[in-house]
């Protein structure tokens, strides 16, 4: 889009603004300066491109006229030779004769073989056809079929000059299948060149080889065509003499063009496909691109030892996808349904896309014309960046405090705050939103939306990075916890409190209460930057608001998670290993676990967001169950029949639920029960008669869709009396179950 005009009177448009007309030459100036700058190299590569083209001209007539002169050269001596033999006359006469007949019996024979030859093309055209990965049959093929075509032309042509319409009839009739046959070849060859990229990365080399011996043995074919047909033209009398170097090819095929033009149509598809999730996601472009970086990666490591070096097969490819690439991007900036959002992932793309094409083996300066014609400086505004690049400072310096603050967390309350209803929660989240809505004021300032919605896009991108940091951050420090890194734990409990924390700062960020007119941040910070923004904008905001209260709903999830897997690794660790074993019968460890996590509810209920008590009971309840019944595949696990251990199971059930049946929330306990019930099944996994345990899986199976086979197989092999006979009726059964996918359950949990 260009740039509006500004006029002299709304620049001047006071007394005072008489002092900016120093620094307003001055700018102009400077643009007037880029401007010639651009034209004068815009003007020298034209001048280089002509003189290039003239001297090719040049050289060019130069060839032709030496060609001329030799060819009048050999009819001259051809002449003056026939005076220099006596009876020449005569001789060659019968010579001619000789040859004549020659010929005859020769196109006899071709004509008499014809079918037969053209079946044995059909023949192996089919067989291709059944192998189209291979096509075994493709050179030859190619060298039956150009013989076949030969043979039909020499028929023409001899026809042609007896002008006998009927008997061209005729022959045309003979050789119409010969056509049928030729659709059928450029048919599977052009189903190879449009397939080269995937024939590279399947290491098929050798279907791309073949394809390149009959691409070049056809351009050698028409360049030997164009030759004959620029001699006959300017020298039709002297040509005629020489008509036995006319056998072959007698058109122009032109399957260098098609292959080249596959090339394109194949480049062309792909763009087709990215326009469409282009246009609705505008954010994925670089990803959406990785096809065509791979594509010529693929070209330049395995391609170019496989063509002839004339061709220089990865220029080749460069140009031709540069040029879709080029009008792709222009298209897109000019398409009535292109968004602005599109035009500003487009204004960022060259510099990635010519970085990657450097390290392809293309200098920019190879890569004509400009991938967007040179159009940043019209559609970029240093307003824009600059409130970027503030915005990134301020993002980079609150990560920085906070990432102390996380690493300082070993003093009294965790280096945490805590909010008006008494949750825990991060120091600097106010911070990092009051500086949000101070940057969308300054982009609403500058009175643009393409610099407003730039820079909201930018806000998106920095928000989900800012998550997914703040995550890995929680991530590697749980990590040393669980592995068993840290044998003092400390620090073990600020990390929960912490993992708390973020979870509450996610709930701040998304809990709207309308009912109060209390809006959380996100809320806030949609109603912020609206006025400033288009409506189609809009639209799309919409959704990457949608996208980020579900990510914050995932990591608030997250935290939870991770806190009770914390649980389980560290608090329980000395306990579940001991599941299923000998030791089991002689412990209360379900009951110690129970008990540990009612002291963990008890601390945290309070510090933690309404909304996520529930929530944190269930994931700790589903991670104990869980652990539980991957408690399998401890060392030494194994259920006997003369042990009491369906008791045992019975007593560490019946312990949890009397935890969860206590529970104020009914709903919730009877949530937690209900899952717990897979407890039952587990049971009669471990109990069935042999001869039973195919029904028992397959009821197993049915109640729980995702029941993975490995840890029925752990159940079975944990039985006293295991045999290979109940693990292959239980896979066979499970072979015939038609499972109808659901909802997940907990057994999708268990491996």
Known sequence: MDAPPVKLSELLRHPDDLDKIPALKLEFTRKKAAVDSQLRGGLRDQLETTQAGMNGITDGQKTLQLIRDEMMKIDTLCSESQNMIKDFASINLVSQAHRNFGAVETMVENLQTFNDRLNRVETMLREDEEDKENMPNLLRVHYEITQLRNIRDDAMEQIQRAD????????????????DAIDWFDEHVGLVALNMINLLIADNNSLVVRLAIIVEAEEKSDQRVEALQEALKDHKEMATRFQSITDGAKKVRGYKEKFLKAIAVNCEGQFAEVREEFLADPTKLEKLMRWYFNDLNAVKQGMVPLMPKKWKILKTYGDIYHQLMHDFLVGMIDDPESSSANTLEIINWPEKYYKKMRKLGFAESDLKPHVIDNREQELVKDFRQLIIKFLDQWIERIFAQEKKDFADRNVEGSNLDTDEYGYFRTKNLVDMWRMLREQVDAAGNSQRTDVAEGVIDA?????????????????????????????????????????????????????????????????????????????????????????????????????????????????????????????????????????????????????????????????????????????????????????????????????????????????????????????????????????????????????????????????????????????????????????????????????
């Open 164 to 179: 006998d319409p009927g008997l061209q009839s005729t022959l045309e009739d003979y050789f119409s299948r010969l056509d």
């Open 459 to 751: 806000m998106f991108l920095r928000l989900r990075g800012r998550q997914q940091s703040f995550q890995n951050m929680l991530e590697e420090e749980a990590a040393r916890y669980e592995s068993d890194k840290e044998p003092e734990l400390e620090g073990f409990q600020a990390l929960q409190d912490w993992l708390i924390a973020t979870a509450n700062d996610q709930m701040a960020c998304i809990d709207d209460n309308e009912d109060e007119g209390r809006f959380a941040y996100l809320s806030s910070f949609k109603q912020k930057f609206e006025p400033f923004v288009t409506p189609q904008y809009m639209e799309r905001a919409e959704n990457e608001i949608a996208l980020l209260r579900e990510s914050y709903i995932d990591l608030s999830t997250w935290c939870l998670s991770k806190f009770a897997s914390l649980v389980i690794a560290v608090d329980f660790r000395a306990v579940m290993p001991t599941f299923f074993t000998p030791k089991w019968y002689e412990t209360t460890a379900m009951k110690q676990m129970i008990i540990t996590i009612e002291e963990y509810v008890g601390d945290y209920q309070q510090v933690l967001h309404h909304s996520l008590v529930d929530i944190f009971i269930q994931i700790l309840a589903d991670e104990l169950l869980v652990q539980y019944l991957m408690g399998v595949r401890n060392k030494g696990a194994k259920f006997r029949r003369t042990e009491p251990f369906q008791d045992k199971i019975f007593n560490d059930v019946a312990t949890a639920f009397e935890y969860f049946r206590s529970l104020p929330n009914q709903d919730l306990s009877a949530d937690i029960t209900q899952t717990w019930r897979v407890t039952e099944d587990f049971n009669a996994l471990l109990t069935a008669p042999k001869e039973q345990l195919p029904d028992v899986f397959e009821d197993f199976k049915t109640k729980y869709w995702d029941l993975q086979i490995t840890w029925v197989e752990a159940v079975l092999r944990a039985r006293d009396d295991f045999e290979r006979s109940m693990l292959n009726s239980v896979k066979a059964r499970a072979a015939q179950i038609d499972v109808v996918r659901g909802p997940e359950t907990i057994m999708g949990k268990i491996k």
